[in-house]
């Protein structure tokens, strides 16, 4: 059974930072590529930031281009979103997913919520003004 466990929010001041984890399991991590996606009461899910299965590719929303970053360690099953200069906008449940290597997925193509085949339960970052 695929699990994946979202950790690390929480309530931080504007201009603060926060670091997710997922920690995924019942699934060969090396196959997937991971993403993070966010949403807010009243709005719909948006992709934030995506990695590759290799971590050699990055794909970030504009809203956060420049303050998150996304890394992954395939040994540790694990993806991680480091979250800086936060704004009370990014408040929201963040959720991982995660979606099956395919070759005609390329790393723009991560940004659709469509092409995920397993999510997480949601953390919620909350960020104060």
């Known amino acids: 059974q695929v699990q994946l466990v979202e950790s690390g929010g929480g309530l931080v001041q504007a201009g603060g930072s926060l670091r997710l984890s997922c920690a995924a399991s019942g699934l060969t991590f090396s196959n997937y590529n991971m993403g993070w996606f966010r949403q807010a009461p009243g709005n719909e899910r948006e992709f934030v930031a995506a990695s590759s299965w290799s971590g050699s590719s990055t794909n970030f929303a504009d809203s956060v281009k420049g303050r998150f970053t996304i890394s992954r360690d395939n040994a540790k099953n694990t993806v991680l979103l480091q979250m800086n200069s936060l704004k009370p906008e990014d408040t929201a449940a963040y959720y991982c997913?995660?979606?099956?290597?395919?070759?005609?997925?390329?790393?723009?193509?991560?940004?659709?919520?469509?092409?995920?085949?397993?999510w997480g339960q949601g953390t919620q970052v909350t960020v104060s003004s």
């Open positions: 997913a995660a979606a099956r290597f395919r070759l005609r997925l390329g790393i723009f193509s991560l940004g659709d919520a469509d092409k995920y085949d397993y």
